[in-house]
């Protein structure tokens, strides 16, 4: 079984602060992780994803992402917002031993960026 | 371009009526998959396949049927549409299991 929450549904920070949005797992095997985002009237966008390789993971737009297995979370962060950053933000968890269950999704983390 | 592609983008239909949603993609992906957005709920998965014929159910398969006759395509059913399906909805496919989806753009549905 897996799992996947996110902290906080809504996260405000001024234009040019730091991002930190909050993402914990649980999972029975090895896991692989990613952080999807949406605009608004949108389908969900790939940042980044953690697949048993490198703990950091770098994705698209700045954003970065640390995989910590002794605190099974992989928070997303950016040293400095933008405004177009503004999105809601799902952390998603599957199996990396590739079972037939896919992705499970967090309840999703909506993103204010204020002037 | 690599995509998947859902249709229609919003709908409105009446209780009972079925309906289909299509969905294909043309990355030669052999794992497709359903979800439903509702808000503070996140995506929830209600079928997913991981080639052709083989389809499984997601955490919310109740009153949805698919089928994978093809490898491009997995078309969403509704036979007898509810109003608790009103939600928008996002079809995904992915060339490994558990690799990341791309996803399509999404179908509002609205059951009246």
């Known amino acids: 079984a897996q799992s996947v929450t996110q902290l906080g549904s809504h996260v405000s920070v001024s234009e040019g602060a730091l991002v930190l949005l909050r993402c914990n797992y649980s999972?029975?095997?090895?896991?692989?992780l990613f952080w999807y985002v949406q605009y608004p009237n949108q389908g969900l966008q790939l940042l980044l994803k953690?697949?048993?390789?490198?703990?950091l993971v770098k994705g698209i737009n700045g954003f970065e992402a640390e995989f910590k297995k002794s605190e099974t979370s992989f928070h997303l962060t950016k040293p400095s917002a933008h405004m177009s950053d503004a999105a809601e933000y799902f952390c998603?968890?599957?199996?990396?031993?590739?079972?037939?269950?896919?992705?499970?999704f967090g309840s999703g983390t909506q993103l204010t960026v204020l002037p | 371009e690599a995509q998947v592609t859902q249709n229609p983008r919003y709908l409105i239909t009446v209780t009972g009526k079925k309906l289909t949603v299509t969905c294909s993609q043309n990355?030669?992906?052999?794992?497709m998959s359903w979800y439903r957005q509702d808000p503070g709920l996140g995506l929830r998965q209600i079928y997913y396949?991981?080639?052709?014929?083989?389809?499984d159910k997601g955490d919310v398969p109740e009153g949805y049927k698919v089928s994978r006759k093809e490898k491009r395509n997995f078309p969403l059913i509704l036979e007898s549409p509810s109003p608790n399906q009103t939600s928008l909805y996002f079809c995904?496919?992915?060339?490994?299991?558990?690799?990341?989806?791309?996803f399509g753009s999404g179908t509002r549905l609205t059951v009246v």
């Open positions: 995904a496919s992915s060339s490994r299991a558990g690799y990341g989806y791309t």
């Open positions: 999972s029975s095997v090895p896991p692989y």
């Open positions: 953690y697949t048993s390789a490198a703990t």
């Open positions: 998603a968890v599957s199996a990396a031993s590739g079972s037939a269950r896919q992705l499970t």
């Open positions: 990355m030669n992906h052999e794992y």
């Open positions: 396949s991981m080639n052709v014929e083989v389809t």
